[in-house]
């Protein structure tokens, strides 16, 4: 799987759906042959798996290649990864996210944070290491919760100012050093929303690349209605509010990001994000829940 | 909260427990005077939380210090974390690992995995920076789960090499980067015991401070009892077998560490860690699902 400057490879297949351009090494040699390229590149490749069948399957960023003569030669397009995780379906995004993910952690652990010494890579790349040491790195993600609010009847939703416009998403943020899970959850909808948290569930987890490889881990947070008068913060937050049944099933309608000028519409984060399965899943709950009743 | 060499200082309480030593920082200061020690070291203090009074708590590792002079002018004792676990009341003993880990961070984060160059840390210790450059760094966790498999009437417990003897627990293995939690359970306990788990249910989470601060994610596993037949990985497990619940409720009984020369006895560990969590748990259920029987 090949990237640059941390963008993967895609390629339109013919069916119009994309997908990451997977070569084989004598590929990939062929091909920086033809770009005169060293050739010693390839052993920057990092193992990320094995198919069923027994093949390795390696990653490798080809910055010190002309991106353009890459993209020419290969019949792909290097994309920015929050790109491709509306272009790949739901089956490719994790390999490529999780490729991405490890060469930025190579590309940013060089050097060991003890000593300030060049680290070294193994042959896999499944860490680093400073040579005459103990000092073995591994590739790290940061536990973060992702909570879906809900009163009963509503969900809460907020977003970023960052985000892309009239997208919403569930709460989330950065575990602090000896928090759990359920006092992460607490904490983070105490301060962005100003809400008691009541009870946490697990639903599910994810590792997600951006910023910077988290370990997202996704709960229903229950906060009682009488107590759901909200004080956003808005240094955290551009906005936040409750979404009943109705507005989310508008939202999760919108199947892709709306192009720029059109007109003003909610989303929700693509279908391979822990965010969306939170929202489908609530909303799967109240349509259960109000037939039964 | 003070440490020498990470390990905390703690005090024999008139009942008989223990706990942490806290001095007021005016305390510490003469404390340093009296011993003829640089008084600029209170600067590396890091902020640990607030108390409920808004009072703020700060840890200081005083490894520069001579440490049976700070143990005789504050009648307390610098004690190695692990046994300070076996010491602590289950409320003292998480602030007391968060501040270790904390510490502990600091200290190995000293140069920026980036360039090579040094860091600094902010006034509160809560991350370090590169001048000049945008790199931050924030303490990390690791996120590692716990599983405790059970096939219906017995559950699976495993010990590593390096465990004091006749220790048993649930086993445990980091995320590997991509994974969600239920893969990891599923990959964790198909290597080490080569069982096949049908289904995850989550249950707690910690923050533990070692090796090197991990996010512990303490869940369930469910194997089929036809196929309960264990083949341990020797290479990372000395042993792995299931317990009834009469040989589990056995092992919650014994309460401290057996004594050296004592005769061979199964225990699990101290309260405050998620292993014991869930082997307890676990218990419960099982007595609960008996009695309903």
Redesign the interface.
């Known amino acids: 799987m090949l990237f640059h400057s941390l963008q993967p490879l895609l390629k339109r297949n013919q069916d119009h759906s994309f997908s990451s351009v997977s070569l084989h090494c004598h590929d990939v040699n062929s091909l920086l042959r033809k770009l005169g390229a060293d050739l010693s590149v390839i052993q920057d490749s990092i193992l990320?798996g094995c198919s069923d069948r027994g093949h390795a399957h390696f990653c490798l960023d080809l910055a010190a290649v002309d991106a353009a003569a890459v993209e020419e030669e290969s019949g792909g397009k290097f994309v920015d990864l929050r790109k491709s995780y509306f272009l790949l379906s739901e089956s490719k995004a994790?390999?490529v996210?999780?490729s991405q993910?490890?060469l930025r952690?190579h590309q940013?652990?060089?050097?060991?944070?003890?000593?300030?010494?060049?680290t070294q890579r193994n042959r896999a790349g499944s860490h680093r290491f400073t040579a005459g040491t103990q000092n073995y790195?591994?590739?790290?993600?940061?536990?973060v919760v992702i909570a879906l609010v809900h009163d009963g009847t509503r969900c809460l939703l907020g977003r970023q100012a960052s985000f892309p416009p009239g997208l919403y998403s569930a709460l989330a943020g950065?575990?602090d050093?000896?928090?759990?899970?359920?006092e992460s959850v607490r904490r983070e909808v105490a301060e962005e929303a100003g809400l008691e948290v009541l009870s946490v569930t697990?639903s599910?987890?994810?590792?997600w690349p951006f910023p910077n490889?988290s370990?997202m881990?996704g709960c229903f947070a229950a906060v009682s209605p009488a107590h759901s008068q909200l004080s956003v913060d808005r240094s955290e937050l551009e906005d936040a509010r409750w979404f009943d049944l109705e507005q989310i099933e508008r939202g999760l309608s919108v199947r892709t990001p709306p192009r720029r000028g059109a007109p003003a519409v909610t989303w929700f984060p693509p279908k391979h994000a822990i965010g969306h399965r939170l929202i489908s899943e609530w909303a799967e709950l109240q349509r259960r829940h109000m037939t039964s009743r």
């Open positions: 990320i994790p390999l996210a999780k993910a490890l952690w940013t652990h060089r050097f060991c944070s003890c000593s300030g010494k060049l790195s591994y590739p790290q993600m940061s536990p950065f575990c050093m000896g928090e759990s899970v359920e697990y599910s987890s994810q590792h490889s370990f881990i």
